[in-house]
Antibody, heavy 121, light 105 residues
Framework: EVQLVESGGGLVQPGRSLRLSCAASGFIFGDYAMHWVRQAPGKGLEWVSGITWNSGSIVYADSVKGRFTISRDNAKKILYLQMNSLRTEDTALFYC??????????????WGQGTLVTVSS | IVMTQSPATLSVSPGERATLSCRASQGISSNLAWYQQKPGQAPRLLLYGASTRATGVPARFSGSGSGTEFTLTISSLQSEDFAVYYCQQYNNWPQTFGQGTKVEI
């Protein structure tokens, strides 16, 4: 059974940084592309970033480009999201998600339960 | 690619048919997925390839379309189907979601 467990969320002041982690189990982590998707309170889903199996392709939404960095450690089976220069509009539940395939041609098949990031002074 | 869903809210009675629309701002072939989200839960994959049901998804869910126009149909709404539905294009990165359609009683 695929399990994705996010951690690292919390309350942070605007302009500060936070690093999210996603521990994966139940599948061969290094064989799949991975994503971060967020959902602001009461709002819809927003794709944040994706990374292919070997980190060869990394893409960001325009809203986070230059501030967020996605990375992965295939040996440890962990996906990361480093978030810098946080803004109040980054407040959201952040989901870690597994792709169907290793490259950028697939769709999201599995989701974690999310970790809440609140940016407020 | 901007994904636009309509309507924002759909009021339907149990047993009735629901039709949800999704439009892409440019052609995405059949690289479209539909997700269902219930309150307090993570999204769940319903359909991919515009029309292929994911494992365990009931046959009352069907999808159609290609290019820029897509439809999700729920043939006979059950109580557990009242939720928010999102379309998502995966033709290109960055992937993008529609804003969602809430199906309510």
């Amino acid at each position: 059974e695929v399990q994705l467990v996010e951690s690292g969320g919390g309350l942070v002041q605007p302009g500060r940084s936070l690093r999210l982690s996603c521990a994966a189990s139940g599948f061969i982590f290094g064989d799949y592309a991975m994503h971060w998707v967020r959902q602001a309170p009461g709002k819809g889903l927003e794709w944040v970033s994706g990374i292919t199996w070997n980190s060869g392709s990394i893409v960001y939404a325009d809203s986070v480009k230059g501030r967020f960095t996605i990375s992965r450690d295939n040996a440890k089976k962990i996906l990361y999201l480093q978030m810098n220069s946080l803004r109040t509009e980054d407040t959201a539940l952040f989901y870690c998600a597994k792709d169907k395939y290793a490259d950028s041609s697939g769709y999201i098949v599995d989701w974690g339960q999310g970790t809440l990031v609140t940016v407020s002074s | 690619i901007v994904m636009t869903q309509s309507p924002a809210t759909l009021s339907v009675s149990p047993g009735e048919r629901a039709t949800l629309s999704c439009r892409a701002s440019q052609g995405i072939s059949s690289n479209l997925a539909w997700y269902q989200q219930k309150p307090g839960q993570a999204p769940r994959l319903l359909l991919y390839g515009a029309s292929t049901r994911a494992t365990g998804v009931p046959a009352r869910f069907s999808g159609s379309g290609s290019g820029t126009e897509f439809t999700l149909t729920i043939s006979s709404l059950q109580s557990e189907d009242f939720a928010v539905y999102y379309c998502q294009q995966y033709n290109n990165w960055p992937q993008t979601f529609g804003q969602g359609t809430k199906v309510e009683i």
